[in-house]
C-alpha cells in the first residue's frame, strides 16, 4: 500500500473526522503537493456546512480548485455532494476492497470509463448495506413510501480474484451486444429487490443517476428513466436513514 493509499484509508475510516484529512495535507505540504491545499479548503468548508448560509458558494470554490486534480482522488477524500467519503454512515457486508488494478480490469471488461465519484466510491468502499439494512432518499417523487427506498449498493469482485461484472448489477434490460456501448450500469437495489438504480456511462447521460422506470400494468410498458441525481455524490448526500426501531428517517450527512 503506497503513502497516498494509506492516508486515504485512514480518511475513509473516520470520513467526519478532519483530523486525517489535515495530517495528510501537513503530508503533501512537505511536498509541494497542490492537494495539501485543497484538503484543507475541504475540511474547512465542511467543518462549517451545517450553520454556513454559502454552501452553493463554498462547493463552487472546491470544485474549482479541484479541477487541476485528479478527480477521482477528490471524490475518494471529500465528502458529498462534493466526493462520496460518506461521513455518519456505516456500511455492512461490502466487497473485498478494490485497488486501481482491479479497477483498471473492471472498465475494460464493461468497455466504459467508470464515473470518476463512482469509481472513487468503489476503491473506498465497495458497495454494501447501510447499517440499518436500508436508506431513502430525500427526494419523493412516488407516492409509496417503499419505492424511494434503497436497499443497498452493489460490490465486484466479491467471490473472485479479478472483478465479475455480473456482480455490478448490470440490468439486464441494458445489456449490450457485443459491438454495442454500455450505456448504464445498475449500481444499487431498490427497496423491493427487483429493480437497480442506474448510472449513465456515456455522453450527456455520464455519472447522472436514473431510478427505475414506472411500470404500467394496464398499458404493459414502461416509462422512459427519470433522472434522480446530477452526480453520485448528490445522491449520497441526500441519504436519510432508519434507524433500529425508529419509524421515520433521519439525515445522515
Do not use: K
Not at 192 to 218: H, K, W
Amino acid at each position: 500500500m503506497t503513502d497516498d493509499e494509506a492516508f486515504i484509508r485512514a480518511i475513509v475510516a473516520a470520513s467526519g473526522d478532519d483530523a486525517p484529512r489535515l495530517v495528510y495535507a501537513d503530508w503533501l505540504d512537505e511536498r509541494g503537493d497542490p492537494r495539501g491545499t485543497y484538503l484543507r479548503a475541504e475540511a474547512a468548508t465542511f467543518h462549517r456546512m451545517p450553520e454556513s448560509r454559502a454552501l452553493a458558494s463554498a462547493l463552487a470554490r472546491l470544485s474549482d480548485m479541484a479541477e487541476s486534480l485528479d478527480p477521482v482522488w477528490v471524490a475518494r477524500i471529500s465528502r458529498p455532494p462534493a466526493g462520496v467519503c460518506c461521513d455518519r454512515i456505516q456500511f455492512v457486508e461490502s466487497g473485498r476492497a478494490l485497488d486501481h488494478d482491479a479497477l483498471r480490469l473492471l472498465q475494460s471488461r464493461l468497455g466504459v470509463s467508470i464515473p470518476p465519484q463512482y469509481a472513487a466510491f468503489l476503491l473506498n468502499q465497495n458497495g454494501g448495506y447501510p447499517r440499518s439494512r436500508r436508506f431513502r432518499t430525500d427526494v419523493d417523487f412516488l407516492t409509496a413510501e417503499t419505492c424511494d427506498e434503497v436497499r443497498g449498493f452493489c460490490r465486484v469482485g466479491e467471490h473472485t480474484d479479478l472483478p465479475n461484472v455480473s456482480l455490478l448489477g448490470i440490468a439486464d434490460d441494458e445489456a449490450p451486444a457485443d459491438d454495442d456501448p454500455l450505456v448504464f450500469l445498475g449500481i444499487a437495489a431498490m427497496a423491493n429487490g427487483n429493480d437497480l438504480v442506474l448510472m449513465g456511462t456515456q455522453g450527456a447521460r455520464t455519472g447522472r443517476i436514473f431510478r427505475p422506470a414506472d411500470y404500467d400494468y394496464e398499458m404493459d410498458q414502461s416509462s422512459e428513466r427519470v433522472e434522480w441525481f446530477p452526480t453520485f455524490g448528490a445522491m449520497l448526500a441526500s441519504l436519510r436513514i432508519r434507524r433500529a426501531g425508529d419509524s421515520g428517517y433521519v439525515p445522515v450527512t
